[in-house]
């Protein structure tokens, strides 16, 4: 039985070095993360769609290994995504050749 002022300063690296290494941390995966201005305003009828688009479009950079398309109160896009590619250089090369991308008439990224 501990006394009951002890304090334990054994740190989580000493007491399970293995487990600590594999520990994700706050900047793991950022460097791979783009975020996307620009992007039309739709409805949930047409979020589909636009996810296609927005696939077909940034997919051709490398895999796209998650998508956040935030939604507002009504639930339609908010003009803006983030976009996880699988290594943070295809984030970058999508981000320097989408810039100033025209997707059509009235949406450029």
Known sequence: ????????????DELMPEI???KPRESD?????IVVDGVPVVGTDRV??????????????GKLVNEHYPMDDEGKT??????????PENAEQ???????????KTHTF
Do not use: C, H, W
Request: net charge negative.
């Open 1 to 12: 039985d501990d006394p009951e002022d002890f304090v334990d300063n054994v740190s989580d």
């Open 20 to 22: 600590m290494k594999q």
């Open 29 to 33: 995966g950022v460097d791979s993360v």
């Open 48 to 61: 589909e769609k636009l996810k296609n688009v927005i696939r077909k479009t940034f997919g051709k950079f």
């Open 78 to 87: 908010k003009g803006y995504i983030f976009l996880e590619f699988s290594s």
């Open 94 to 104: 999508a981000v320097l050749a989408m810039n100033n991308y025209k997707l059509d």
